[in-house]
């Protein structure tokens, strides 16, 4: 119930704190702790009111007031955090301890860097709905605006000129701490001290706060001594250790997970790297100078600069790794590294610096060859998804045509070659989704890569997208219609269009894509390009073959480019393929039965056999008792349309009406038997 009225409203403090007192005074206990350990003190201090701090502290235990919740915060961390120097300054006159630290080795001081992170979710908010269509809330964090009157403001609002908006509060709170002892070089369990997480969170008051506190911290070149820089100096100077000296064992940093730096045969280099912090960057510098080899190499052939090259990373914990290595790159570079040694697994510096535009522009600028390595650093570029990267690479002189051998991107891609177009029109590896792609896939395309690259014997890149491709990757092609040859045809005569109505993919609103939108099959996008839509290819077969003999194309497809092109479908739908076979026969044998009426409509022959002598019936009668649908390319097996089985029996009734063939249905593939109806189902 007190903590209740702590919460109380959003809009100040003015209503709240006589509500609080009288709690109190009826004998609420404001020391008991809720299940994550959080006191009253606590929940006042995150939701800024500062008149019930001032109330808690005066009657609370000094343990109450330093206790921890279950995530080792404080009162004083979350008052540091929301930015409200009055409850800071309250806490501490109280005997808030400035030295405790969260689970993640963060003191108050630290506390305030998150302000901004704080403010941003208090913005998101009040301008946010949650997935009922409700405006959400939070009853720890106060939204930052209101829609109240103006007499409402005046009286119970607090004075715009405090307002909690107001970011110069943070600095207050920052100097408050330091006047009271707070450590600026204390470190939390990554290695970081207040100032790195004022530079991460961009909290530039709290920086500036910091600087002009302590001149001696030089933010103008981010640079800070630590105790880790002494006793690197104390080891080299007092105890003369072997600057290069190696690794004999694997020394991981928190965990087993295997990390570069680590390795056997490491130096002091490759451990400085790493640059998590600003002073391994300083320790660098000091062991070049020092005399320490700058190219030296682990059991895996890494230099320094290719740890460096890594760029900033986020480990499995939300934390990130690495936060100074872009310039760490370029420190080491300009020590003299070598941007072009070759690790054992065949990549250089600039293969790793694939998530790194600075990255990878410092070490071209630097003379990386984009021939080093057994492959181009465009596939790194392309499978990181990194459009700025490959940009730079290609802006470089990089290969847009250029190939790779070792690349697996599916098990249905086998003897086809991997070229950069063709690799960036895939998702290649986990977590990794196509929209994601585009950007890259349109560059490549734009700079003027081949699309009609043969692939093997068989099929070139565009002809296998526009077969195997995703949806999205196929659609990033059409954006760039007007670079593609919609007539050039693949080694087996087929042109774009023809590839395309063989389409093993899913379109969007189908299927296991159900829940998304419909949207305009490819097929119909590529006639509204102009494709030609009468066109054969080798084995003699026009669109319509393709696209009835399509078990993975959607109905929907089909029925509207019948509707689309009537005319057209009518000049292909006698027309007979090397083996014989007329679009209505492939239809019959993938049966849908509203598409075989379609047919009909528009003057398909119903006498005439296919080539192995199965007439309409035949084909109706072998299909109706099947569940699901016929598939090829979809893992997923798929029922029929809803209906399905009542529009088999209508057309059966129809061509047997017509007195086109016996009435006879397939008991087994080589042997039929006359009968009147297709068999009941089970």
Not at 113 to 138: F, I, M, R, T, W
Not at 501 to 508: I, K, M, R
């Amino acid at each position: 119930i007190f903590k209740s009225s702590v919460i109380g409203s959003s809009n100040g403090n003015a209503n709240i704190v006589p509500s609080s007192s009288k709690v109190l005074a009826a004998g609420a206990d404001p020391s008991i702790l809720s299940k994550d350990n959080r006191s009253a003190l606590h929940v006042a201090c995150r939701d800024r009111k500062t008149g019930v701090v001032y109330l808690l502290a005066s009657k609370l235990r000094q343990d109450v007031i330093d206790k921890q919740d279950s995530s080792g915060r404080t009162a004083l961390h979350d008052a540091c955090t929301s930015g409200q120097p009055e409850s800071v300054y309250r806490l501490l006159k109280s005997g808030a301890n400035i030295n405790y630290k969260n689970y993640k080795g963060r003191t108050p001081l630290h506390a305030c860097a998150e302000y901004p992170l704080e403010q941003s979710l208090s913005l998101l908010q009040e301008h946010s709905k949650n997935v009922y269509g409700n405006c959400s809330s939070d009853q720890y964090r106060p939204v930052l605006s209101s829609d109240h009157p103006a007499w409402y403001k005046s009286n119970y609002e607090t004075n715009p000129h405090l307002s909690d908006q107001d970011s110069s509060r943070i600095a207050v709170v920052v100097k408050e701490l330091l006047m009271a002892g707070a450590d600026v070089n204390e470190f939390d369990k990554n290695g970081q001290t207040p100032l790195d997480l004022s530079l991460l969170f961009d909290c530039r008051e709290m920086l500036s706060a910091l600087r002009s506190a302590h001149p001696d911290i030089k933010c103008q070149k981010l640079e800070r001594r630590s105790p880790n820089l002494k006793m690197l100096k104390l080891l080299v100077q007092k105890c003369n250790i072997d600057i290069n000296a190696r690794s004999r064992e694997h020394q991981y940093r928190y965990s087993s997970y295997e990390s570069n730096y680590g390795d056997l045969e490491s130096k002091g280099l490759h451990w400085l790297a790493s640059a998590d912090s600003f002073w391994q960057l300083e320790g660098i510098q000091y062991l070049v100078e020092k005399g320490a080899d700058i190219n030296p190499t682990n059991e895996k052939a890494q230099t320094p600069l290719y740890i460096a090259a890594a760029g900033t990373t986020e480990n499995n914990i939300g934390s990130y790794e690495g936060v100074w290595r872009s310039q760490c790159v370029d420190l080491l570079l300009g020590l003299g590294a070598d941007s072009n040694i070759v690790a054992k697994n065949g990549l250089t510096p600039l293969h790793k610096a694939e998530s790194s535009a600075d990255i990878t522009r410092s070490l071209l600028g630097a003379g990386a060859d984009l021939s080093a390595g057994k492959t181009s650093p465009i596939f790194n570029a392309i499978m990181a998804q990194n459009a700025e990267v490959l940009t730079a690479i290609l802006d470089a002189g990089g290969d847009v045509n250029a190939v790779a051998d070792s690349i697996t991107i599916k098990p249905s891609v086998t003897d086809q070659a991997r070229t950069a177009l063709f690799c960036a029109s895939f998702t290649l590896g986990l977590n990794r989704h196509m929209p994601d792609s585009i950007p890259q896939i349109k560059l490549i395309i734009n700079r003027g890569a081949d699309m009609y690259a043969p692939l093997n014997d068989r099929e070139t890149l565009i002809h296998y997208l526009f077969e195997h491709g995703e949806y999205e990757a196929i659609c990033a092609y059409l954006d760039c219609h007007d670079k593609i040859n919609f007539d050039a045809r693949d080694q087996l005569g087929r042109t774009i269009i023809l590839a395309a109505c063989n389409w093993t993919g899913v379109a969007p609103g189908y299927n296991h894509k159900h829940w998304f939108a419909k949207e305009s099959p490819l097929v119909m996008r590529l006639l509204e390009y102009g494709a030609n839509m009468m066109a054969v290819s080798n084995d003699g077969r026009n669109a319509l073959h393709y696209l009835l003999d399509n078990p993975d194309i959607e109905q929907d497809t089909i029925m509207q480019v019948l509707e689309k092109e009537p005319e057209a479908c009518k000049k292909m739908l006698n027309h007979k393929d090397n083996e014989g076979y007329t679009p209505f026969h492939i239809a019959l044998r993938v049966l849908r039965p509203e598409v075989c009426f379609r047919l009909l409509d528009l003057g398909a022959g119903l006498i005439d056999p296919d080539p192995t002598g199965a007439t309409a019936l035949h084909h109706i009668a072998s299909q109706y008792l099947q569940q699901h649908r016929p598939q090829r390319g979809q893992d997923l097996q798929q029922k029929h349309l809803d209906g399905h089985h009542e529009k088999v029996l209508k057309l059966w009734n129809f061509v047997s009406a017509t007195g086109a063939g016996e009435l006879c249905v397939l008991v087994s593939e080589f042997a039929v038997v006359p009968c009147e109806v297709p068999m009941s189902r089970a």
